[in-house]
């Protein structure tokens, strides 16, 4: 199947401070990637979704100037969170399709911890 | 807006059958898909439904009843290594994915 990898695996930064999350799909373009958040023992919550060369969708309630996406090209889609406080933390994780499909191939995960 | 709901927790034996369910309100959906995740993993494809009806890969089948708006996992032969999270997930045109609340299955010896 196809190979979507993610980079850092885990990242510990100050409160105040921002990082950068990549997401890289390794065998395959993606004209859209998506951002989840996941808080320990709950769903996968949508946050946006990536598209290559244009604005970034959030959906309801997340706020993008908070969390910055760019997809400057078909393979890599950068998600910062900016300015983090502890309540950012939590289990990030991308997403993304070779071609219009129903099966999204997710990369394993950052986990990010705010101190 | 949309919501998928699932039972909190289920656990059953090795060897057992056994069958999460998936109760879902929205205006509308291309499909209703499964993924198993691992505790700290990934999610992972499992099996998608586009048409009311039962699809089967492997040990795992999936239901869907778009007039009973509710779909289910049927896992067959039970391992240990079935203990994860699962969920269901809605997709429409944008291959975005809404996430069902999620089960946690415990499998014990």
């Known amino acids: 199947g196809a190979v979507v990898s993610q980079h850092p695996s885990w990242v510990i930064c100050k409160s105040g401070t921002s990082v950068k999350i990549e997401c890289r799909s390794l065998?395959?373009?993606?004209?859209?990637m998506f951002w989840y958040r996941q808080f320990p023992k709950q769903s996968l919550m949508l946050m946006a979704t990536s598209n290559e060369g244009s604005k970034a969708t959030y959906e309801q309630g997340v706020e993008k100037d908070k969390f910055l996406i760019n997809h400057a090209s078909l393979t890599l889609s950068t998600l910062t969170v900016t300015s983090a406080h502890p309540e950012d933390s939590s289990f990030y994780i991308c997403s993304a399709g070779p071609g219009q499909g129903y099966e999204q191939y997710f990369g394993p995960g950052t986990r990010l911890t705010v101190t | 807006g949309q919501s998928l709901e699932q039972p909190s927790e289920v656990t059953a034996v090795e060897g057992a059958i056994v069958q999460i369910n998936c109760t879902y309100q929205t205006s509308g959906f291309y499909g209703l898909s499964w993924y198993q995740q691992h505790d700290g993993g990934a999610p992972t494809f499992l099996s998608y439904?586009?048409?009311?009806g039962l699809e089967e890969t492997g040990r795992f089948s999936s239901f869907l009843s778009r007039s009973d708006s509710y779909g289910y996992l049927l896992l067959q032969e039970l391992q240990m290594k079935d203990s994860a999270s699962y969920f269901c997930?809605?997709?429409?045109?944008?291959?975005?994915?809404?996430f069902g609340t999620g089960t946690l299955l415990a499998v014990q010896p």
């Open positions: 065998d395959f373009q993606a004209t859209t």
């Open positions: 439904n586009a048409l009311d």
């Open positions: 997930a809605i997709g429409g045109a944008t291959n975005k994915l809404i």
